[in-house]
């Protein structure tokens, strides 16, 4: 029987929202992939057709998050009339909504991030691709409607971004405030910063101070080095010295 | 006055009982310092309030809301702050830096289950005004009815309650720059931010605040005065819909150069309003910050914001006609007996020197009251004796207890009086009072 692309999204989705739970109770090593099946209502070999791994559902879940942020933004009809300090304070914010029923997962998230980086980099890196078109998206239009300057390092700052949102959402799981007060707060200014680093092209300037810094100065120094080392009186001179007993 | 919510009454005793001890802090502090110079003290007084004032007051302004709504209590006790720290606090009403769109649609979703652009037909993302814990939007229902839709800033009560630390951290370095004579004790000072701090957790209660203007809607009926409906379906714990009412503020109202005739028309409007309010119903709008009353070409007003009631107790609505009777004519003991019936407590051997404070004090009290009308243009200095007034009275220890009622009776008066002197308007204070005859 051939089952239609819709119904396997559906069933897609189901096992990820069953791991959310089954994760979120028992923590990500003793949740076990037959019980998150059971859960979805999934024949238990099924998920596997799936999600091979259970690795995989914990970050098939981050996907389906950033997506389902995409999917909001767009769903806003005057999104690309903000401005893009807006925008991302607006990209952060949803990202946060969506992730609030799923935020001990999260933690999960985290801390499994943080035992095997590698793994979970890599298992990241469709999610941190969508989030960087997205990011990209914005950037780019509103660098065609002349809001931001060019930013010569572009393909730094998908980057740069997701590490901020990445902070934001670290900073969320620990924030004991009521409502989540605080990271409101912090997200509210420091989207206020961000807009203001990408008005005044911060980040490239910065990038091109440091290069600028490291020609004119450090290389010379490299020079210089070089100078010394070619420079046989000095060498001799030196080795004249350490050698004082001879 | 019995629909009234415990909770209100609660609340406002709050602020009259802080009003209170201010002034008990005052008196406490000069009984103290009987031997330093008082020149002395004062000259280095001023010296260091101007250096270090600008410096404290841009810290507190940083605080949103908080900062606002502190401005309005202390600028409620207006002769007890120096004129240099009142003009950083006034600053502070418009430096509050507005909630953008993403946080305006937050605080709607979160409350409503849907975006502003959805849950109304159309939603201005810019504020049209700043709110003491919150901003203003305009908005349209889907009726085609245009609402202002006030949203509470999100957090507010946790920034409260770290604002307030801090505030405890700089408040004593602050007092030090009050003149020497005006100082609170450090107790009266914690105590007073304490009761500021948990009556503005109180107020950011919206549903409260929406019941009350409702409540005003529905019992005010004075001609020419406006308060706006409350569409309940669109009320929550952070946000209050109401009728969006036209008109602009005092300033830019007398920028169009009403004619006299319609601003003394406005003034008596509120005055009807003041004195209809608190012999009808026992209960006033007590915030009578300039702000919160809108004018139209033809001198019609529009009432808003009622963060801030004040309800009156049976006693005092009773005993207040004839207490200002008994000011008007002159006759101190009957006034002080009088005072005594709607619950002061005035020291028993007054010498005669307090009595001619106390008669000068009331003297000054009863004057708009002895003409048919009162020109305020004529007498523009008449709220601002008040300052020598209070401080001779605070410098003796005349009146041991004040009744609140009182205070909030005297504040909102005193503050729809700086208005009238603003409007240069002439205004008939003694109708509806049963005074004696002139």
């Avoid at chain 2, 009308?373 to 009146?399: C, G, I, W």
Wanted: proline share 4%; aromatic share 8%; with cysteine.
């Amino acid at each position: 029987m051939k089952i239609s692309k819709k119904v396997k999204e559906q069933t897609r989705i189901r096992l990820l929202e069953a791991a959310v739970d089954v994760i979120s109770e028992k923590g990500f090593e003793k949740a076990s992939m037959r019980e998150i099946s059971r859960r979805a209502d999934v024949a238990d070999a099924t998920i596997y057709n799936y999600f091979s791994t259970k690795e995989k559902l914990l970050y098939g879940y981050c996907e389906h998050v950033q997506q389902q942020v995409m999917d909001e933004l767009m769903s806003i009809e005057d999104f690309h009339e903000y401005s893009l300090r807006d925008q991302l304070h607006q990209m952060t914010e949803t990202k946060l909504t969506k992730w609030l029923p799923a935020r001990e997962f999260l933690t999960e998230v985290f801390s499994y991030t943080f035992a095997s980086p590698a793994t979970g980099n890599e298992l990241l890196s469709e999610t941190k691709n969508l989030s960087k078109r997205m990011f990209t998206d914005l950037l780019d239009a509103s660098i065609e409607a002349g809001e931001i300057p060019e930013q010569p390092y572009q393909d730094l700052l998908p980057r740069l971004f997701w590490d901020y949102e990445t902070a934001i959402l670290a900073y969320w799981l620990k924030d004991t405030s009521d409502e989540f007060a605080n990271t409101t707060k912090l997200l509210d200014q420091s989207s206020e910063i961000v807009g203001q680093l990408l008005i005044g092209g911060v980040v490239g300037k910065t990038l091109d101070m440091f290069s600028f810094l490291f020609r004119t100065h450090v290389l010379q120094h490299m020079n210089s080095l070089e100078n010394l080392f070619a420079d046989p009186e000095i060498m001799a001179a030196k080795r004249k010295f350490m050698g004082g007993e001879a | 006055m019995s629909t009234v919510p415990r909770s209100q009454l609660a609340r406002s005793s709050v602020v009259g009982s802080t009003a209170v001890k201010i002034g008990l802090g005052k008196l406490k502090t000069k009984a103290k310092r009987p031997f330093l110079s008082h020149e002395n003290s004062e000259a280095a007084d001023q010296e260091q309030l101007n250096s270090e004032a600008e410096l404290l007051f841009k810290a507190i302004t940083q605080l949103r809301g908080t900062a606002v709504k502190l401005a309005q209590f202390l600028g409620m006790e207006t002769e007890l702050l120096p004129e240099r720290v009142r003009k950083e606090l006034a600053k502070s009403y418009h430096q509050v830096p507005p909630l953008n769109r993403v946080l305006v649609g937050k605080v709607i979703e979160n409350e409503f289950g849907s975006r502003p652009d959805k849950l109304f037909k159309c939603f201005d993302p810019e504020a049209i005004a700043a709110a003491s814990l919150g901003q203003v939007h305009q908005a349209e229902l889907d009726n085609g009815t245009s609402v202002a839709v006030k949203i509470q800033y999100p957090g507010i009560h946790q920034t409260i309650e770290s604002d307030f630390k801090l505030l405890r951290k700089i408040a004593p370095q602050g007092i030090n720059l009050l003149p020497k004579s005006t100082r609170p004790t450090k107790e009266v000072l914690d105590n007073a931010i304490t009761e500021v701090e948990s009556r503005l957790q109180e107020e950011t209660n919206y549903l409260l605040e929406a019941e009350n203007t409702q409540w005003f809607a529905n019992n005010l009926q004075i001609d020419g005065i406006q308060v706006p409906c409350v569409y309940e379906n669109y009320c929550s714990n952070r946000v209050i819909t109401t009728e969006l009412l036209t008109g602009v503020h005092i300033d830019q109202w007398l920028e169009t150069k009403p004619s006299q005739a319609v601003r003394n028309q406005a003034a008596q409007r509120l005055q009807s309003l003041f004195r209809n309010s608190i012999i009808k119903h026992g209960r006033i709008h007590a915030d009578p910050n300039p702000g919160n009353y809108l004018f139209k070409p033809d001198g019609r007003v529009g009432l808003i914001d009622f963060g801030c009631i004040k309800t009156f107790s049976n006693q005092f609505v009773e005993h207040l006609p004839s207490l200002l009777a008994s000011i008007c004519n002159g006759d101190i003991d009957h006034t002080l007996k009088t005072y005594e019936s709607i619950g002061m407590v005035i020291s028993t051997d007054l010498n005669s020197d307090m009595r001619d404070s106390l008669a000068e004090f009331t003297h000054w009290i009863a004057h708009p009251f002895m003409t048919e009308s009162f020109d305020f243009k004529e007498n523009n200095t008449y709220t601002n004796q008040a300052h020598e007034l209070m401080q001779r009275l605070n410098s003796m220890p005349t009146v041991e207890k004040i009744q609140e009622d009182l205070i909030f009776f005297e504040r909102t008066s005193y503050g729809l009086f700086k208005i009238f002197e603003r409007l240069e308007a002439t205004v008939d204070l003694r109708t509806g009072w049963n005074l004696p005859a002139l």
